[in-house]
C-alpha cells in the first residue's frame, strides 16, 4: 500500500475550480512566504552591515532589517521621491528605494545610476508590475495587488540568493478574511484580515507555500493591470491639476493606488470613510521618523491614497471623484 502513495492521484472529490493564467513574471523568481522575507534573505545572503532605508517606509520593513541584525540609517526623499542629495554610501553599505505606489520607477532609476547596481535593493512592494532592474535584488509583495494570504517574491541574480529550501505551510490559516470578502462587506472580517497580517509578521524566511502559489497563477495579471492603468488615468486627468504630486501616468503604469495630495480642500478622510471609502494611511509609523512640515510628514497626514484597482471601474471612479467634494 504504501509503495503507491507518492503516485499522483486520479480520480476522487474535485478540488476549488481555479483557472490557471499563471503570472508570468513569478516564473524565474525566487518565491518567498512575504516581502519582509525576501529583505531578510538578501541581506543575509550579501552579509550585509549597515543599509540605508528610506525614513518613508513602513515598519514591517525596518523590523525585517532588525531582526537579521543589520544597521539602519534612514534617509530623506524630496518631492520627486529622490533620494537627499547628501547621502553618500561608504564602503559595505547598502541602500533600500521604494518604487513608491508603483509611479517611482524613474526615482529609481535616478538612484540605482547614483549609487550603483550591486548596493541596491528594490523595493517594488507597492509595483507589482515594474519590471525587476538591474540591482542586487528587486522585491515584490504581490498580496498588496491581488487577494493572497501572503507570499513575497524576489528577482536577483547575485548566485549567493538562493530559494529557501522549505515552504510556508500556513497559508491555509490566512484565507478567512480573503473569502469572506467574496460575499460579505469589507467591514465583515477586518479584525481576521488584521490578525493575518500580524501572523506574517512573525513568519521565519520559507518559500511560498504551494497555496499562494496556485493562487497567484490563478490571477488575470494582463486584466488587472490595464484596469488599474485605465482606472489611475482617469483619476489623474481629473484630479491631476489638484494633486501636489508631479505624477507621470500613462498606460504604461498600473500602480497599487492614485495617490493624491491635494492642494485643495476635499473632504477628509474620515468624511470618506463614513462614506465607506476605505482609504490607507501610508505609514503613520513615518511621523516619528520625520520632521513636522516636511514632505514625508505631509503626505502621510494629508495624502489621500485612492483606490483604482481590478475590482473597479469609471463609475467607481467617477463615485470617489464626486466623494472628494473639490469646489
Ligand atoms: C514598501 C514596503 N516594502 C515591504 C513591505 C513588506 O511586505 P510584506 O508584507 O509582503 O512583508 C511593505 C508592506 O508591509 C511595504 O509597504
Redesign the pocket.
Known sequence: MSSFSNEPAVGGYQELELPFFYAIAAREMIKTN???SAIKLVLSSAEARKIWLPAY??D??VEAVNDVGVTIEFYKVNSSFDVDPELQLKAGEFILT?DYFGLCGEAVNRSRSRFGHNKMIV?C??AYFAKPVESLATIY?P??FFGLPDG?LLYSKDPRIKQPSKRDESSESRMAHLISRLTNSPEKAYQQYIEAEQA?SNLPVQGMSFLTERLLQSVDYKRARTTRARNALYLHERLGQYNKLNLEIDETVAPLCYPFLPSVETASKAALISQRIFIPTYWPEVLERVEEGSFEWDLVTNGLFLPCDQRYNEDDMDRLISLLAIN
Open positions: 512575504s516581502a519582509r517606509t513602513c514591517a520593513v521604494v523595493d512592494s507597492q509583495s498580496r498588496k513575497g506574517i
